[in-house]
């Protein structure tokens, strides 16, 4: 699949607006995001992108979005992708809600080329940051 640059510039900008946005929380809520305490990605989220782009193959995106919106964790991935695709192709942001255009458009060849887009980027603007198998608490020890 080709690489988009809208796509990639919309990554990149959803993932640092992110970062600065979890940097803000209380230092008890730190580290419980995509973005751990030391600024690393847990490990964890690389596995949810990846496997983002080979389920919306297998089952589809509607079904995709509805399985990965129904655990925590997977759900900001889910929603990162939504934000990016929102980002690039929708003009009245502030008018649109992402579970109606999912619905919506589920049946949509270029809806799910877009969204193929959007993980695609994020799966290569992730590899910018740093990973990390532990995820640290405020109080400096591992869980």
Known sequence: MKVNNKYIDSAL???DA????????????????????????????KGYVASFGGSIVQIGV???FLSFCAD???KKIADLICNIYVDVNVNKKNEIKIPDIIKEKRNDHLFQKQIAYAVVALKLVIRIYQFDDTNIVSDGNAK
Request: hydrophobic letters at 30%; charged letters at 35%; zero cysteines.
């Open 62 to 64: 509607y079904a995709t």
């Open 13 to 15: 900008k959803q993932l």
């Open 18 to 45: 992110l970062k600065q946005l979890e940097a803000l929380k209380p230092l008890k809520e730190r580290g419980k995001g995509i973005f751990l305490e030391n600024g690393n990605i847990s490990s964890k989220y």
């Open 72 to 74: 925590e964790d997977k």
